[in-house]
C-alpha cells in the first residue's frame, strides 16, 4: 500500500486538528444547551434507514406535550425540512455540499437566529452515512444510531464505531422485518457483541409500535424543560 | 461558520492532493487492467442495499461461462468475502479500517498477489456509503451506484455526487418495491434529473427478475476476454 503510506499520516494529522477544534466547538455547544435546558438528540444512519419518517412522527407525537425543533443534514435539497416543517416545529436544513458528516460548526451556525431558550427537544438528523458521523461530536445528550429491517443484521460488525459512538440502537422498519427475513436475534447479538450493554429499540414508525418506548428515550429519565 | 471557514480550506487542499494522487494511481491500475483483458466493475450504495446479496448472485451466474473475482471493501469483517468464496470465485476482503471508501491504493495492495491475466471479471464492492466512495476512481470500466426500492425515492436528489460520479443506477430489492410503498416513476424520474440519460436497471437478486438486463450492463457491448 505504497500510495496509502504516502497520503495517509498526513490526512490523519489534519483530521486530528479538525477533530479537536470539533470537540472544543461540541463542548462549548453542550454547555449552551444545557444552560438553555434545550435536550439534544441526534439521529445517524444510512441513507433510507427511515430518520426523517421517525422524526416526522415524534415530533408530531412529542408536540402534543413539549417544545420540540429540528435541525436536518443532508448533501443536498431542503427536502427533508419542508417534509418535517408540516409538523408546526421549528425546522432548519443544513445542506452540506461534498462534506458527508455533520460538524459541531455547522450546527452553531444554523442556530444563530434561533433562541435556544424556545428550543425544548431538539432533534439533529444527520447526512445519512454510517462512517463518518461517528466521529464528530454535535454536543448532543443522546445519539441513536438507526439500522432498518431491510439493511440486514450484520450491520453492528461492519460498522463497529458509529455503534460505539452512539447511547441507543433503533431497529426501524418492523413492518417489513417478515418481508425482509430479519433475524432479530442475531442482530440483537451482534449490537451487543459491538457495545455490550446498548439499549435496542425495535420500532415501526409507520404502524406505530415501539414508539412508546424510543419516546421514553427521546425524553431521558431526568425529563425536559 | 467561523470554525468550519478557519478549518475547510487546509482539509480541502489536502483532500485534492491525495486525489490526485488516487487518480495517477487509477490511472495505471486501468492500463494494467486493459492489458490484462480484465473488466472491472465497482458497486456502491449505501449499507445494506444488497451489494454482496447481488454480487453473490452475479459470481455464480456468470462462473458458468466467464471467469469471475471479487475484491470487498467493509470497515471490518471477513463476513462478505466469506460468503462470496462459496461461488468458488477468488475473492479477497479489504478492511479498511475508519477509512469510509476504497481507494486506487488499497486495491493495487489487494491485488498484489493475484495474477491479473485470471481474473476475468474482477467487481469491487465498495465500503457501503452513498458519500465518501464518489470522489476516488479505482481503475473500474463500469461503476454501479445500487439504491433498494427500501431506501425511498429521494436518494439521488440527496446524493447527487454518487450518481454523477457512476455508469449506471441499479435499484435493488423490487421484491420489497409493494410492501415498501415504493414510487418506481419518481425514482427514476430523480435519478434522471441528476443525472439525464442514465441507464436504469431494476432487479430482485432474490428473485432473479431483471439480472439479465444487470449482467448484460456487466458484460459489457465489448464482450469479455
Not at 457483541?193 to 418506548?213: C, F, N, Q, W, Y
Amino acid at each position: 500500500m505504497s500510495g496509502s503510506a504516502i497520503m495517509r499520516p498526513r490526512i490523519v494529522e489534519v483530521r486530528e486538528r479538525v477533530l479537536k477544534q470539533n470537540d472544543l466547538l461540541a463542548r462549548e455547544l453542550r454547555q449552551r444547551f444545557q444552560e438553555a435546558g434545550v435536550r439534544v438528540v441526534s439521529m445517524v444512519s444510512s441513507p433510507g434507514a427511515g430518520k426523517t419518517m421517525l422524526l416526522e412522527k415524534t415530533l408530531t407525537i412529542l408536540s402534543r406535550e413539549y417544545r420540540v425543533s429540528a435541525l436536518v443534514g443532508d448533501l443536498a435539497t431542503e427536502n427533508d425540512a419542508l417534509r418535517l416543517q408540516r409538523s408546526g416545529a421549528p425546522v432548519k436544513q443544513i445542506t452540506t455540499g461534498t462534506t458527508c458528516h455533520l460538524d459541531a460548526s455547522m450546527i452553531s451556525a444554523a442556530l444563530i437566529d434561533w433562541n435556544l431558550k424556545g428550543l425544548g427537544i431538539l432533534f439533529i438528523e444527520n447526512v445519512g452515512n454510517l462512517v463518518c458521523p461517528s466521529s464528530y461530536d454535535l454536543g448532543e445528550d443522546l445519539r441513536a444510531v438507526l439500522m432498518s429491517t431491510t439493511e440486514g443484521k450484520d450491520k453492528p460488525l461492519k460498522y463497529p464505531s458509529i455503534f460505539n459512538s452512539a447511547d441507543i440502537a433503533v431497529i426501524t422498519k418492523l413492518d417489513l422485518a417478515a418481508a425482509a427475513d430479519f433475524d432479530r436475534q442475531t442482530a440483537a447479538a451482534n449490537i451487543l457483541t459491538v457495545r455490550p450493554g446498548m439499549r435496542i429499540v425495535e420500532l415501526s414508525a409507520k404502524r406505530g409500535d415501539g414508539m412508546d418506548d424510543w419516546i421514553s428515550c427521546v425524553i431521558g429519565a431526568r425529563g425536559v424543560a
